[in-house]
């Protein structure tokens, strides 16, 4: 009996190995997941990474209790790098991550080559959406667009019907990270439909709430949490529960650089929807997504990310995107043809 899929997930392997990481003859593919990766995703890249000539190595690991650098300690960390360090791609399928990690750190600087995609946690159900269903060509466009007038904005303001209400400014010169879903130059990237930046911590105020997904430690959430910013520092989490789970697990690493913001993404995936993996949560349309402690350049004991839903944004005082709907006339047009407007 055919599998859930099992045409449309060879097709979106194809996709991501031929179009997005552009694997060529003779290149080794390191596909790295843990015991809580989709097997089937696994397998279909590994074959289709063969197909075309290329050297697929999947390495299957214990699932850390963490991530990031929590991670460490229950990762084989020299083999690992020993590996990475011999590859030209890296597709990350552990759903515990390893973005962040000590190995994912030396695997970078110990091989500049190396092209790393990251594709945490992901399932049959997602490859198929959210990237073997894109039109990459018109995706680009749109995030490239919204990248540029994001680049040229000092002043920003962010609100959700769930109040959030937080203000901060760009850096000058700002260059965002614009997630089209390409892996196929030196570096690491990520799934399509995510634009990424560090504004100025110091000038980040406000509330931010999340009410999408929490990740780690809670995943979807069944309450708002409520972050209280000052400076880019959060002084104090309101909520029930969640937020008490949440508040403890921050003190818990006892390192006050927990306590710090670390990053704002856009979300714009067309497939993507909102299902407690945090990979394709910081992609649903129209969210935003806020990091929180360790980023590069600025280290913390861990590192999760909070989904902000149906986001409206300011750039100097002016309204381009009310509750997730692009108010900007040619990135409505191009929501359109992606399906979204």
């Known amino acids: ?67 990031g650098r929590a991670a460490d ?21 552990n759903n515990r991550w390893l973005l962040y990690s000590t190995a994912h750190e030396r695997a970078m600087r110990e091989n500049p080559r190396l092209r790393h995609l990251c594709l945490v946690g992901i399932n049959v159900d997602m490859m198929i959406r959210c990237i073997g269903r894109i039109d990459y060509p018109t995706l680009s ?23 959030t209400d937080v203000t901060f400014q760009n850096p000058p010169g700002l260059k965002v990270r614009c997630r089209t879903g390409y892996a196929d130059r030196p570096g690491s990237h990520m799934m399509a439909g995510q634009i990424g930046w560090a504004p100025i911590y110091e000038s980040i ?17 069944r309450e708002s949490i409520t972050l209280i910013v000052e400076g880019g520092v959060i002084i104090d989490v309101r909520g029930g529960e969640e937020a008490r789970r949440f508040e403890s697990w921050l003190r818990g690493f006892e390192d006050p650089k927990m306590l710090r913001i670390a990053h704002i993404c856009y979300g714009f995936n067309p497939g993507a929807k909102l299902t407690g993996n945090i990979l394709e949560d910081e992609r649903v349309w129209g969210c935003t997504e806020w990091g929180i402690g360790s980023y590069t ?18 750039l100097d005082g002016e309204q381009i995107i009310d509750e997730g709907r692009c108010l900007h006339p040619e990135l409505a047009e191009l929501a359109r043809r992606l399906g979204r407007q």
């Open 141 to 163: 466009r749109f995030l490239r667009l919204l990248a540029d007038l994001t680049e040229e904005a000092g002043e920003m303001r962010v609100t959700t019907p769930a109040g």
């Open 1 to 67: 009996m055919t599998k859930l899929y099992e045409f449309e997930l060879g097709r979106a392997a194809d996709i991501l190995v031929g179009e997005l990481l552009k694997l060529r003859p003779g290149e080794t593919l390191v596909i790295t997941a843990d015991t809580e990766s989709d097997m089937r995703v696994v397998e279909a890249t590994a074959r289709s990474a063969f197909s075309c000539g290329a050297k697929p190595m999947v390495i299957w690991t214990a699932s850390p209790l963490g991530v």
């Open 205 to 221: 105020n406000g509330r931010i709430v999340f009410d999408g997904s929490l990740v780690p430690p809670i995943g979807l959430l």
């Open 73 to 93: 300690p229950m990762l084989p960390l020299e083999s690992l790098v020993g590996a990475l360090r011999g590859a030209d791609a890296w597709v990350e399928f």
């Open 297 to 314: 350049g600025r280290p913390a004991a861990s590192h999760c990310d909070g989904i902000c839903l149906n986001s409206s944004v300011w």
